[in-house]
């Protein structure tokens, strides 16, 4: 997944919605992480009801974001935009796979970047 997310991430515009043949590689990407999970033993994730259009809702809330279980919801739900921790982006191997979901980034020491997350948002 590593090496998809390298490869789309190479020239690409972060200022506007990943497109063409890039999205074919997140999608590539969302499903190796799908396959690493299911490596280490979630075979099966159970969803309750049916997931709405982004139209209608576009925002997905996960919690308690206190392990890398919320990486299973993400994947699960097809690689929707998330907001994450700016430190996360130098994860060796996952990090380039969190930049390539076009992930809004937030730092806990800057009073400003929670704003800039709601602006992107």
Known sequence: AW???SIGLLGLDRSKPVAGWRKQLQKLVCLLGRMSMFCIGF???KQTGSQCSKD???VLVVAPHSSFFDALAIFCTGFPYFINRVENKSIPLVGKCIE???AI???REDPNSRHT???EI
């Open 100 to 102: 390539f979901n076009q």
């Open 56 to 58: 209608e809702a576009p």
């Open 105 to 107: 980034f937030v730092s």
């Open 43 to 45: 075979h099966y994730v």
């Open 3 to 5: 090496v998809v997310a």
């Open 117 to 119: 997350a709601v602006e």
